[in-house]
């Protein structure tokens, strides 16, 4: 899993065709297609004061103590943002520990040092798996990101990237919400 900087600098360099991001491009010599929603889950250790709660709701996600990734990883940004939490980075006993990857993320979880937010495709993965912690939904509006399929608005084999959207829609998992509508 690469940085959104380090992938949209090799597109730009014609090093990869296109690249998934969850990062919208605002960049004009890049195009994108929407291609899915991906929803936000509450991952926290079976210890945790809302292990016995039932559904995640925004009063809970505001006292919750969030470990997150390093900076320049644009998950924990987006986490805060679709989460309405902007402004909380910094504060809380945890405030100054982050993560360098998921798997590091998710181990500090299990050992009890936090909850964390992360992406649907990332839990079905199994990266959650065996390690002592529990993954809820949260009952929250918009909180998703949305990924989408970048490339050079002059790569020259657009019908190649249609064949890969094609692909990648006909095998969503039910954990995500196709955008094939809006193609």
């Given at each position: 899993?690469?940085?959104?900087?380090?992938?949209?600098?090799?597109?730009?360099?014609?090093?990869?065709?296109?690249?998934?991001?969850?990062?919208?491009?605002?960049?004009?010599?890049?195009?994108?297609?929407?291609?899915?929603?991906?929803?936000?889950?509450?991952?926290?250790?079976?210890?945790?004061?809302?292990?016995?709660?039932?559904?995640?709701?925004?009063?809970?996600?505001?006292?919750?103590?969030?470990?997150?990734?390093?900076?320049?990883?644009?998950?924990?940004?987006?986490?805060?943002?679709?989460?309405?939490l902007q402004g909380r980075d910094g504060q809380?006993?945890?405030?100054?520990?982050?993560?360098?990857?998921?798997?590091?993320?998710?181990?500090?979880?299990?050992?009890?040092?936090?909850?964390?937010?992360?992406?649907?495709?990332?839990?079905?993965?199994?990266?959650?798996?065996?390690?002592?912690?529990?993954?809820?939904?949260?009952?929250?509006?918009?909180?998703?990101?949305?990924?989408?399929?970048?490339?050079?608005?002059?790569?020259?084999?657009?019908?190649?990237?249609?064949?890969?959207?094609?692909?990648?829609?006909?095998?969503?998992?039910?954990?995500?919400?196709?955008?094939?509508?809006?193609?």
């Open positions: 899993m690469e940085l959104t900087d380090t992938l949209l600098t090799r597109l730009g360099k014609h090093e990869i065709d296109a690249a998934l991001l969850a990062t919208p491009v605002e960049d004009p010599d890049f195009a994108s297609i929407p291609l899915f929603d991906e929803p936000f889950w509450l991952i926290h250790p079976r210890s945790h004061p809302l292990a016995d709660k039932k559904r995640i709701i925004q009063a809970d996600l505001d006292g919750a103590d969030l470990l997150l990734l390093a900076e320049g990883h644009c998950l924990a940004e987006q986490a805060m943002a679709v989460c309405h809380g006993d945890m405030a100054d520990l982050r993560a360098a990857s998921l798997e590091t993320l998710l181990q500090m979880v299990g050992a009890g040092f936090g909850s964390t937010l992360l992406p649907a495709l990332a839990l079905r993965a199994g990266l959650a798996k065996d390690r002592g912690i529990i993954a809820k939904p949260l009952n929250l509006p918009d909180t998703f990101r949305r990924v989408l399929l970048v490339y050079r608005r002059t790569f020259p084999r657009r019908q190649a990237l249609d064949a890969f959207v094609d692909v990648v829609l006909d095998n969503l998992p039910d954990t995500v919400q196709s955008l094939a509508s809006s193609r």
